[in-house]
């Protein structure tokens, strides 16, 4: 029996507790957030990422939901979209209070902002503010010593 001797490594504390770090990825914390709450430094934490497929796997697999609600909140505010708000109001009538509930629709106009982003990153070579210049011919070095010798020299023959 080849068994090793020591100090357990500290990732045998959290690899049954793949599932909460997930959730850590899926609320949106970062690498570092997640290092600081698993008492690691973020070189151990990078470390285990490449070590352990199953410990990137579970922060992968965090970040792309939230990444993807992100997503998918920025391409609605380009948009614009409608949503229903329900606004609820206490009312004391003869002693005995009462609540009303009011639904409204309501329409969130598109945000110019989140358009240029959305263009910027979807459609680099339309949208981004960097433009590329060609420029074809050839350029002419002047030599300005030269040029301002023969001026002088033009001056003082007119005299």
Do not use: C
């Not at 009011?102 to 979807?122: H, M």
């Amino acid at each position: 029996m080849n068994k090793k001797m020591g100090r357990p490594s500290k990732y045998e504390k959290w690899k049954d507790k793949l599932i909460q770090i997930e959730g850590w990825a899926k609320e949106g914390l970062t690498d570092e957030q997640i290092a600081h709450k698993m008492n690691i430094g973020i070189r151990t934490l990078y470390e285990w990422k490449v070590k352990f497929p199953e410990f990137s796997q579970s922060l992968k697999k965090g970040k792309e939901v939230s990444d993807y609600e992100v997503e998918r909140t920025l391409f609605n505010r380009a948009l614009g979209y409608e949503y229903e708000e329900t606004k609820i109001t206490e009312e004391l009538k003869d002693g005995v209070a009462s609540k009303k509930i009011e639904k409204s629709k309501k329409k969130l106009a598109p945000d110019t902002t989140a358009i240029i982003f959305w263009l910027k990153n979807r459609k680099p070579e339309v949208w981004r503010d960097k433009k590329e210049i060609a420029h074809s011919g050839e350029l002419e070095v002047v030599d300005k010593k030269a040029l301002y010798d023969k001026y002088l020299s033009d001056e003082n023959e007119q005299d």
